[in-house]
């Protein structure tokens, strides 16, 4: 039996996914921003096994329901949010073997600062970093870096794509395999001959510098991909090793696996290498009637305005304009399309169920039920889908991860689908029990080989950059 993949997915504010649960009396998001809130998490999923704590993580402010920010201000929706790069050293030091996915926005970061600040985390993680890959989708976030409006997603994935390239550059053609000596005797620490500056001139990035950190445990971090349009799916299939894929059923989410390793093996890339992540609401207790109570608990506390924000500023459609018995159909936007896409199929859902993010007739897919329950049902997920793990949603922090390592991990494990150990090494190689650095059929492998047989077109000697 396949062994199922986790994550924990989380953002670096009061709320995420369901809006209003941080006025429950046992949740603790209100201390989102207390560091021991974060290290605690950390030790309880690797108390779990969990393998990722996966972050989500954006700078525009969601402004579309109402027209303004009111409502995302005044109900605390996905705001405020801190930088979420800044506690993983925290995390990393309280675990041996949790990941921790971030998500960085190519639009908003610059390449040659972005892979310092990925080498340095991996470094001090010892390998356990990987880059969810996204390019955006709120105007708001575009206005905050001096751009009108977002530009079209086509631009974005061919960004991204150029991004992507710079920074397999600096992370594997910069610095040689051998290159770091750390040789007291001589007092050489690297071998300048093997150090080369890169140098990059592109559509959208120029470049010409020396990777500033030495090789770290991964070089390039585990890369995550969230996007099912036709050109994230294009991108995935050329850079992803894991997607995010986000659908209210098995059938809908199987589809848009099928797709996305046909673009993998497209791109000349082993299609089974990607692994694939479901979006998951669990809640989970000592019997299927103790969770349903549970759940009808938590529902009562879901904040419809606040979930109405989020979802407009996801799907770039004000819902505050619309009846709440009206259905959601006939949207064409530049925002999130996988989600415009669950809320808008076999004639779109209405307004006031998608206001509920615990309705189990909603777009995000939730099982609720004892530890057995929750386990058969994402075995389920597993063989219909064709997905290879979870990333499950939070409910009450931390109740809801509590419950489900006390229920449903031993259920999991007792059926053979998830580990009883973590895998040493770093986080590639415990996802797919191979090497710390991507396969050798990864566009950024390429680079890693030419570096290594010397001076190439994408790296010159360090030697030659004028001082």
Not at 52 to 67: K, P, R, T
Not at 318 to 344: F, K, M, R, V, W
Not at 428 to 435: L, Q
């Amino acid at each position: 039996m396949k062994q199922i993949l986790l994550n924990s997915f989380a953002s670096f504010s009061v709320s995420h996914n369901h809006q209003g649960l941080w006025q429950h009396p046992r949740d603790q998001s209100l201390d989102y921003w207390r560091l021991e809130t974060w290290t605690t998490l950390a030790e309880l999923l690797e108390r779990g096994l969990f393998d990722g704590l996966f972050i989500a993580d954006g700078l525009g402010v969601f402004d579309v329901y109402g027209g303004g920010p009111e409502a995302t201000i005044e109900h605390a929706v996905n705001f405020p949010k801190n930088d979420p790069a800044t506690i993983v050293s925290a995390m990393a030091a309280v675990t041996r073997h949790l990941g921790f996915g971030i998500t960085f926005n190519v639009i908003e970061e610059l390449p040659y600062a972005f892979a310092r600040r990925i080498s340095t985390l991996d470094h001090l993680t010892h390998g356990r970093i990987a880059w969810n890959i996204v390019t955006g989708y709120l105007d708001s976030a575009a206005k905050a870096r001096g751009i009108a409006k977002l530009m079209p997603r086509e631009q974005r994935y061919a960004i991204a794509d150029e991004f992507c390239e710079l920074t397999y550059k600096l992370w594997e053609a910069s610095w040689e395999e051998d290159a770091v000596l750390r040789d007291k005797a001589r007092g050489v620490f690297a071998d300048p001959k093997k150090v080369h500056r890169i140098v990059h001139e592109g559509e959208f990035f120029s470049l010409d510098a020396v990777h500033y950190c030495e090789p770290s445990p991964q070089r390039t971090p585990v890369l995550f991909q969230a996007g099912t349009s036709p050109s994230g799916v294009d991108f995935a299939g050329k850079h992803a090793e894991c997607v995010f894929v986000n659908g209210p059923s098995t059938e809908n989410v199987g589809g848009r696996v099928r797709r996305l390793r046909q673009a993998v093996a497209d791109a000349g890339r082993d299609p089974r290498s990607l692994k694939v992540f479901a979006s998951l609401t669990p809640i989970a207790a000592a019997t299927d009637a103790e969770a349903f109570d549970k759940h009808a608990e938590y529902s009562s506390y879901i904040d419809s305005v606040g979930s109405l924000a989020r979802l407009s500023a996801f799907i770039g459609q004000d819902l505050s304009t619309l009846d709440p018995d009206a259905s959601i159909s006939g949207i064409e936007s530049n925002s999130i399309q996988s989600i415009l896409e669950n809320l808008t199929a076999n004639g779109g859902r209405k307004v006031r169920d998608a206001a509920n993010s615990l309705n189990p007739n909603g777009v995000q897919p939730m099982v609720v039920g004892s530890g057995a329950t929750v386990a058969e049902e994402m075995i389920r997920w597993v063989e219909e889908a064709d997905v290879d793990g979870f990333n499950l949603v939070q409910t009450v922090k931390p109740e809801g991860v509590e419950d489900f390592v006390t229920h449903v991990v031993p259920e999991l494990q007792s059926r053979g689908a998830y580990k009883t150990a973590y895998a040493e090494g770093t986080l590639r190689e415990k996802m797919f029990g191979a090497g710390a650095y991507t396969p050798d059929d990864h566009p950024s492998a390429k680079l890693r080989r030419a570096a290594n047989a010397g001076p190439s077109a994408v790296a010159q000697p360090a030697a030659d950059v004028n001082a």
